[in-house]
């Protein structure tokens, strides 16, 4: 039996070997009955396996007596916001995100076009555990329609969000180089930078649903098109992740922006507008601290998990939320990682600034991430993190989400997976070799706890 990654967004796994048709109608049914009789809104991203895992969620649901609304290839965004605009009573993602080809998920959405809450979610597993499958008859089953105008009702809500002045942008006439790892991006992003008046470069944006790279958008997976990038004579290269929930930039020299400064960019883009409250996760970097100091405004951390994100910003009321992965949360469009809106808040940055994307990074706080991951034996995780806690307790301490602890000149966040046996650490600081002997220091202490 393969491996099958349960979290509180929903289930993921390898197609045939931890993800199958047994383990997708489970969760499939269970999900309908959380959601109770009502529309189900699904799309799915590009890859090979997604008509497959979307038929069978379709059949699964009108056998449960849902009506289904398909939007077909399409961002995981664009489910969110469907799910929210028609009023449906939940939705789903058929996208295993930046994992590989032969992955495939489940992204479980509820009525608000939220992923489900930790509370939802373990109603959801109680509701596995418990009951049996129970299928509607013949004359009660439920309708299925393709909607694929949705792309395009999401990418209209977009380009007509307040905050943006689409002329300005028009005015600069970028010149871009997009890659979409022929994924659901290749749907809407050429479209929505055609609709900005920018000259469009494409690469990996044929459709085709297979991954000429290892689709997460890291540095070492870009090197084709941080090339393309230095040989086009573009202001920047576009990067998104195969469902489009991530944005990653390239500086017009093809030098990474850093996946951690897109938060930072929106962050000072929405307060620069509105000043407010931010949330981001506990592993994202301090650049967005000093940012928010500069509007005089507060950041709140959650624990890292886009659910968790979006949770802490509805209690805090804030304006502008994210992840340090890429992840940009817009709360004027909707509860979700969204990197449509992402790409017009750094255009109509550029725009206002007048000055190349390069510019725009010297002008961020620098900060150096480093991570690491030790192999950790489960039953002596919460006790090192313990010790550690302990040792640390007169510096600035969170155990929202692991062990977080702040110093003047960097911080560390040590996190025990829930899937494997290992302990995440991460250090961030000033410098890039400050990071490097503060990680050896910490992962060196680990192993000695561990004796």
């Known amino acids: 039996m393969g491996t099958l990654m349960v979290s509180v967004s929903g289930i993921r796994g390898i197609v045939g070997d931890g993800l199958d ?4 109608v489970k969760y499939i049914t269970a999900f309908a009955q959380l959601c109770g009789k009502g529309k ?3 799309g799915r991203d590009g890859r090979i396996s997604g008509g497959m895992v979307k038929d069978i969620v379709s059949g699964t649901l009108t056998a449960k007596g849902n009506d289904v609304t398909d939007l077909g290839i399409c961002p ?19 996208s295993a995100s930046h994992n590989p080809n032969e992955w495939n998920a489940l992204k479980l959405l509820n009525s608000r076009g939220e992923f489900l809450t930790r509370e939802e979610n373990d109603k ?33 809500a977009v380009l007509n969000l307040p905050v943006f002045d689409i002329n300005r942008i028009r005015k600069r006439r970028f010149r871009i180089l997009l890659d979409c790892v022929n994924g659901a991006g290749s749907y809407v992003m050429p479209e929505l930078l055609e609709q900005l008046s920018c000259d469009v470069i494409k690469i990996n944006c044929d459709k085709s649903g297979i991954f000429p790279r290892k689709p997460e958008p890291l ?27 991530r944005l990653v930039l390239l500086q017009e020299n093809g030098e990474p ?25 506990l592993s994202t970097t301090r650049a967005v601290d000093d940012i928010a100091g500069k509007y005089s405004c507060k950041v709140y951390r959650s624990p890292v ?27 004027e469009l909707q509860y979700g990682r969204d990197a449509l809106v992402g790409t017009l808040m750094i255009l109509q940055q550029l725009a206002e600034y007048g000055k190349p994307i390069s510019g725009l990074k010297n002008e961020i706080p620098q900060y150096y991430i480093v991570k690491k991951k030790l192999e950790i034996d489960d039953s002596f995780a919460d006790e090192i993190l313990s010790k550690l806690k302990d040792k640390y307790s007169s510096q600035r301490v969170n155990i929202d989400d692991g062990l977080r602890i702040d110093f003047d000149d960097h911080w560390v966040h040590f996190r025990k997976s829930n899937t494997e046996p290992i302990i995440r650490c991460m250090v961030e600081s000033t410098s890039q070799e400050k990071a490097d002997v503060y990680i050896r220091n910490y992962t060196g202490e680990i192993k000695q706890l561990m004796v």
């Open 21 to 24: 048709p047994f383990v997708l």
């Open 40 to 42: 189900i809104v699904i």
């Open 76 to 94: 995981t965004p664009t489910v969110l916001f469907n799910v929210k605009k028609s009023g449906a009573a939940g939705g789903i993602s058929i």
């Open 124 to 156: 959801l597993q109680e509701i596995i555990a418990g009951s049996r499958e129970k299928f509607c008859r013949w004359n009660e089953l439920g309708t299925y329609a393709e909607y694929p105008q949705g792309i395009m009702d999401h990418m209209d």
């Open 219 to 245: 540095p070492e997976n870009l090197t084709e098109t941080i090339n393309a990038v230095r040989q086009n004579d573009v202001d920047l290269g576009i990067v998104v992740d195969p469902d489009v929930d």
């Open 257 to 281: 922006f850093g996946e951690e400064n897109t938060i930072v960019q929106a962050v000072n883009f929405v307060l620069s507008k509105n000043p407010g409250n931010v949330v981001v996760n």
């Open 305 to 331: 998990g886009e659910a968790n994100v979006v949770s802490k910003m509805k209690q805090v009321g804030a304006v502008i939320g994210g992840e340090g992965s890429g992840g940009v949360i817009y709360p």
